[in-house]
């Protein structure tokens, strides 16, 4: 299989003067009538078919981009997914996703799993040949991101973190300016101070009866096998047994975001903060009051003195969970303070404070003070595509290229690190104390009970596969 994969990906970099073709084509086949050859498209699997998967939709305009089948180890969700969305296509339909890329001569596939069964399903994709798009967070714990990271170098696999703000124009020109020095030197940076994961209590793996289900057990994956509850199968992103606070307003929900921006206006990429703080104890708490906003001329007022640009997520952003400011400083001297509410400023960014200024940078929206600061005639402005589109679309154009993705596996773990650093510290509970940092070893230097929290044992059959 692997040596007629990689020829495939000779012929998809050359395109399609490296393919002899034969005298009578079809003209689609040739990309007449809008369509691609099919010599230059990129064949992809979705392993997942939840709803994240349905982001496909959004990328209806990249022409190389061709989804050929979907798997999912509830295969009547498969199936369905099949139906609904490959618009009457012969779509093959799997419910175990390693058959599905033997099957199909797959170029590469899109995990949009649950976020605890990620990292196994990513690793043994690249092994098959696959580049990957992985949806975010991109793993459970920082250990299992880093061998991510490794098998990605290890097996030269084109990978991207759906951490979609990275490939929106509008984003990156803001996040230029913040990077180019446009405020002078950043002193803060004020994001959310988002909800995090809820512990499950009500079973355990003493309460389960055999024989299980073999769907149930592949879905559990690394997890605690428990006994079938739909409040875990449907409402696994609330659980810290399988995400770190996925909810909207959640650490990995929407934190994964906002953390990715902050390290693409920082140009903190390839490293971390050097101290972490806990600054008052973990209790559920609202996410804001929710009060109405003063308005001017009709239009809602936001903390940089311009437009809020997280009006469009407020009400989204409405719960009652866990969470507990905390704060981290960069080797820089830049501040990061995760204090903000969800009634209140850039739900999926953040407020960039320097010498010469702030700027409001949410997705696809931006406000600053001074006001000229954004009213450049080269802002970019709003998106005028689907805003998962631009993403895909890099994805699609690096796997042809072989260039890093605009959020590459390395970057995509660099942002998730900081998701799960606020969830360490709040575990760990040591209100006020300084925790350091080592964003090369990715390690606590001053705390072993954190460190114990960057990993967690696997059940057998669901250790990451071997590396080399």
Aim: with cysteine; hydrophobic share 35%; glycine share 10%.
């Amino acid at each position: 299989m692997s040596g007629s994969h990689w020829t495939r990906r000779e012929m998809l970099k050359a395109g399609a003067a490296a393919v002899t073709l034969p005298t009578l084509v079809p003209g689609h086949v040739l990309g007449l009538d809008n369509e691609t050859p099919a010599s230059e498209a990129v064949r992809v699997g979705v392993i997942g078919c939840g709803g994240r998967s349905r982001l496909i939709r959004e990328a209806a305009d990249v022409p190389a981009f061709r989804v050929v089948a979907a798997s999912d180890c509830e295969f009547p969700r498969a199936e369905a997914y099949v139906k609904e969305l490959s618009g009457g296509a012969k779509w093959g339909a799997y419910d175990d996703f390693r058959k599905m890329i033997e099957t199909e001569k797959l170029d590469a596939v899109m995990v949009e799993t649950t976020t605890h069964a990620r990292a196994w399903i990513t690793i043994t994709a690249m092994q098959m040949g696959m580049d990957v798009y992985i949806e975010k967070p991109m793993c459970l714990t920082i250990a299992e991101g880093r061998v991510m990271v490794k098998a990605a170098r290890a097996y030269d696999r084109v990978t991207q973190v759906g951490t979609q703000q990275r490939s929106m124009p509008i984003n990156n020109w803001a996040s230029d300016l913040v990077k180019n020095g446009a405020l002078g030197k950043i002193r803060t940076v004020v994001a959310p101070n988002f909800v995090g994961p809820f512990r499950w209590t009500k079973t355990s793996s003493a309460d389960v009866k055999e024989p299980v289900d073999a769907w149930w057990n592949t879905w559990t994956n690394q997890a605690e096998l428990r006994p079938y509850d739909p409040a875990l199968h449907r409402g696994w992103a609330r659980w810290w047994d399988y995400d770190g606070g996925g909810l909207c307003f959640g650490v990995t929900g929407w934190g994964t975001h906002s953390y990715d921006q902050i390290n693409r206006a920082l140009g903190t990429d390839d490293t971390g903060p050097a101290e972490v703080i806990l600054e008052e104890p973990m209790a559920d708490r609202e996410t804001g009051k929710f009060m109405p906003r003063e308005t001017v001329g009709g239009v809602v007022v936001g903390d940089t003195g311009d437009v809020d640009t997280g009006t469009d997520y407020h009400g989204m952003a409405k719960l009652t969970g866990p969470r507990a400011k905390v704060r981290m400083k960069f080797a820089g001297g830049t501040e990061l303070r995760l204090h903000m509410d969800g009634d209140r400023g850039p739900g999926l960014g953040a407020i960039f404070v320097g010498e010469k200024g702030k700027i409001e940078i949410n997705r696809n929206k931006l406000a600053s003070n001074p006001k000229e600061l954004v009213r450049s005639p080269d802002n970019p402005g709003p998106n005028r595509r689907a805003e998962t589109a631009y993403h895909i679309e890099n994805w699609i154009d690096c796997i042809k290229s072989r260039k890093p993705c605009n959020a590459d596996i390395e970057i995509g773990l660099r942002a998730t690190t900081l998701c799960y650093l606020v969830n360490i510290v709040r575990d760990v509970g040591l209100v006020g104390q300084t925790l350091r940092w080592d964003p090369v070893a990715e390690r606590f230097t001053n705390c072993d009970e954190a460190n114990k929290l960057l990993d967690r044992p696997r059940r057998k059959e669901f250790e990451l596969p071997k590396i080399g």
